[in-house]
């Protein structure tokens, strides 16, 4: 198995699949929000869906890596 076969299953099981870190699951605590839930911001923070936005955009920028491709994300 290659690095980046290996790499992209520990992603899967930690964001989709398993509960590898700390007992939980990503997709698991986003599932059933409604709307309201994940726009709400608590004291100036993030909401939900600005993480999710955010973590689908670096897995993005991580995944064109591991297929060959450049690094071409950036956080301005």
Do not use: C, P
């Amino acid at each position: 198995m290659t690095g980046n076969t290996l790499i992209s299953k520990r992603i899967q099981e930690v964001l989709i699949d398993g509960k590898w870190i700390a007992d939980t699951n990503f997709k698991e605590h986003i599932l059933n929000l409604n709307w309201e839930q994940a726009n709400h911001k608590t004291d100036g923070l993030n909401s939900i869906a600005m993480l999710t936005f955010h973590m689908n955009y670096y897995m993005k920028g991580i995944l064109s890596v591991l297929d060959g491709g450049m690094f071409e994300i950036s956080d301005k």
